[in-house]
């Protein structure tokens, strides 16, 4: 039996060597902040998860002109492999990743908004991540990085709509997958920063699945050899467990109806013998998913952001858990506590970490607290304007979790003395879409017509 | 950031290379022949996609006595990862793993029944496998083995249950996951010595999800550096990629109700600091689930009867280029045909292979042709007592792939001039079972009343 897989891969390999010699750089190093504008802070960064970041930049591009009184500004946060060119501009006119949605007379109307999308922070396209230097070190983070939440990367973001545009309120804060999270957790964050949420193929917390399914890419990428534990820049970037992980995370991206429909149990080739290599044509199409991906995206940022998405969770137990950490963290930079404990801490931080709080290992919940415990989390924001969009056929961020999010804070809109109508939720039935969790990608006008009609009624 | 999973990985490729040298084998090499009843066959098996295995065994096990008529005999087919010991036996007392179903007034009642149950063919647990000694090389096959269907692995029972035990009727030919498939294609293959079919969590055609999971399986293990092609006999198995195969496949084993009940989001230890390492608790449930199997079964065993799984299809277009396949190697291997380019054939086989017959690339079918191809194919047995059980919760074999191996039966049936009911059809609902696919191991009353209801009625 022959394996043209492995030895593409091989040869992969060869090349890249051969280019580690003579330059140039792998793709995934070649960032694209020429592209892009840059917002610098020399404020530290606290984080939810202990430790802090002394200073950072986020990468970001604008469509559309902010208003005089800046109302008219739409905070759009991206998914995981995203960057934040979700649209053509000057300085990049190639496509952007939701260019039909962006535009005059679009969705996202830009006659009328301003939009804002950034690269999120651990990213690596432009905004500071593992791949960026470690100032107090001089040489790249790479796995010396901190452990970031999705909470996190919008504080980022936030210090930039305030201290670079002077937006006081967002319009609107929206975003689908990963941004779908982000949106919720701005709201979370600043909740009287925001007029209205949409949190399309989002969730309100992870669950088992989606952690299962981002916990073996995640395990493919760090056992390939070339990982080497996070420390592979200017050397041979693990390519194959990019290849891997990114295979995986195809197959949560779309979805069976549209997999039966478009690939059947078809053999790319019915007149070869089986082999072990890719062969029916669903196989070939993860196999080019990976091939092109594989040097496209820097490791250490998808294992960071992939982690940082396992952990979101709204609920009240981890919000709570996460400031008091931040708090501490806070106090020990500025040197405002002094207790022996708080020196230990201090005086362990090598480079920008602060060792974690310990606490008594927590009571795990049973699934009555957990839901009620969710439920304090998202009434913190259940008075304001929200429109939930799931799709039938996600498997990734299922459609239940977005009936979660949407019941939770009618909910929380009633506890507060609302009615609950300043929540919408609107579901993809699978033949409205079979794309699965990509379906925002792909069923545009699916999303796009609820989206403007709840971004324009006041 | 330490990565303790990492480096336990690295201790169990120092302990197994020091055991390399000094014994004993890694424990997946140690078949358990010695347990086992063994039949031979001398004769070759020719194989649906070509080629054939010269000489073959079948390792098995049984439990009741066989009548003097021998109309009780079940033939129990098992899934990819089990064995034969599905009870203890005189020979191995180690508890199976159906063992509380298969006893006495159990649900397969030994009192009443004479049970078979083999190792598959391809598989490492004493039937001829890739570990097995190819006796034309006097060395293991390795990848050199050829590629197996479902249905081949039947072929090789039949002239057990034939040859060995003279039963000309089976009473029934059951089996869950693989063993769904088995069943099916035994009837398919003998339709007139089986009387009733029991197929639980199985299907008859694969689909593209479960495909692209076992491929993303496939894929991390072959990529394995100690993989080597397949040839790592006697050297160091590539352990890594076995565990994370596992870990992918344990996803598709279990299911969200059941995750969302037993782990949720808890973390393991919450007063540690997050990190890349298995951390919640589902991602340690999955580290383990790899760490008991890495060594446990032969990894070539587990490419070879995971792609056997993606490549059935009892549909007629796949089942008659099969039979035209296997016909052709017998044909020249019995020196009928002597075409030039038979002879071709016949002189590249080095040791069991005969090249593929090579056809025109077929068409695609549409989704109507392709229902219309399992209606022909699953026609032939559907005349005959079959009873489907499916469970809703199960994402590996959905419910929807029981219902369309009932539906077309029963249309079949009709065809034939019945009236359908000879065709049973039990779904179990999440509150039956929150298992998914594992559910015939974990809900066995659900499964086993049925079950035995079935077995008894006339």
Known sequence: MSFPCL??????????????????????????????????????????????????????????????????????????????????????????????????????????YFIVCTNVLGGCFGSTGPQSIDPMLGEPYATRFPILSVNDMVRAQHELIINQFGIRKLHASMGSSMGGMQCLAYAHEFTDEVNKIISISGCARSHPY?????????????????????????????????????????ITYRSGPEWEQRFGVERADPSQKPALCPDFLIETYLDHAGEKWCLEFDPNSFLYISKGMDLFDLGERNRTKASKSRYQSENIYFGEVVSETDLEYKSSTSCSFVEPIKTKRSRRFTAEEAEEDLLKGLSKFAHKDVLVIGVESDILFPA????????????????????????????????DSFYGHDTFLLAMDHIGKPVSEFLSVD
């Open 400 to 431: 239940w979790q977005q009936r979660e999010i949407a019941s939770m804070l009618s909910k929380g809109s009633k506890l507060k003395g609302g009615d609950g109508s300043n929540i919408k939720h609107v579901e993809l039935s699978e033949t």
């Open 210 to 250: 989606s952690i299962a399914m981002r916990h073996c890419q995640r395990q493919v990428l760090m056992t390939d050899p070339n990982w080497n534990k996070g420390h592979y820049y200017g050397q041979l970037p693990p390519h194959t467990g990019m290849k891997l992980a990114r295979e995986i995370a195809t």
């Open 7 to 112: 030895e593409k891969l091989e040869q992969r390999t060869k090349n890249l060597e051969e280019n580690l010699e003579n330059g140039p750089e792998p793709a995934y190093s070649k960032i694209t902040r020429e592209n892009v504008e840059i917002y610098k802070s020399n404020e530290p960064l606290f984080l939810d998860y202990g430790g802090y970041l002394p200073q950072y930049e986020v990468a970001y591009e604008t469509w559309g002109t902010l208003n005089s009184d800046k109302s008219n500004a739409i905070l759009l946060h991206t998914g995981l492999s995203a960057s934040s060119h979700a649209h053509s501009t000057e300085k990049n006119p190639k496509k952007g990743w939701w260019e039909g949605f962006i535009g005059p007379g679009k969705y996202l109307d830009t006659d009328k």
